[in-house]
């Protein structure tokens, strides 16, 4: 009942930035947390960085100080600027929410198809 669709990855040289998007659609009541998680070859999907509805923001270690996450509530919409790519960036960057919709009135966990981000050295 609701979709998310991510946008913005890419090829990039290490040093690079992206910004990655990602909307959700559908019959949405309302959006708690929103996040961003990736998957390399061979590792368990970890979390990257999530928001809450009121804007507070948590990350992995690993990314601190170099993505920055955001969201635009009135558009449905979370973004992931990347700065300082690093290879080891390198995965399949997927957008969650838990949300609430007209149809299914509890929250449940939505997942995007991901979206891939190749960083060369």
Same mark, same amino acid.
């Given at each position: $009942?609701?979709?998310?669709?991510?946008? &913005?990855?890419?090829?990039? $040289? +290490?040093?690079?930035?992206? !910004?990655? %998007? *990602?909307? +959700?659609?559908?019959?949405?009541?309302?959006? /708690?947390?929103?996040?961003?998680?990736? @998957? +390399?070859?061979?590792? $368990?999907?970890?979390?990257? =960085?999530?928001?809450? /509805? &009121? &804007? %507070? #923001?948590?990350? =992995?270690?690993?990314?601190?100080?170099?993505?920055?996450?955001?969201?635009?509530? =009135?558009?449905? #919409?979370?973004?992931? @600027?990347? /700065?300082?790519?690093?290879?080891?960036?390198? =995965?399949?960057?997927? *957008? /969650? *929410?838990? +949300? !609430?919709?007209?149809?299914?009135?509890?929250? !449940?966990?939505?997942?995007? $198809?991901?979206? @891939?981000?190749?960083?060369?050295?």
């Amino acid at each position: $009942q609701v979709q998310l669709v991510e946008s &913005g990855g890419g090829l990039v $040289q +290490a040093g690079g930035s992206l !910004r990655l %998007s *990602c909307v +959700a659609s559908g019959s949405i009541l309302s959006i /708690n947390v929103m996040g961003w998680y990736r @998957q +390399a070859p061979g590792k $368990q999907r970890e979390l990257v =960085a999530g928001i809450t /509805n &009121g &804007g %507070s #923001t948590n990350y =992995a270690d690993s990314v601190k100080g170099r993505f920055t996450i955001s969201r635009d509530n =009135a558009k449905n #919409t979370v973004y992931l @600027q990347m /700065n300082s790519l690093k290879p080891e960036d390198t =995965a399949v960057y997927y *957008c /969650n *929410c838990n +949300a !609430r919709s007209w149809t299914f009135l509890s929250e !449940r966990t939505y997942w995007g $198809q991901g979206t @891939q981000v190749t960083v060369s050295s």
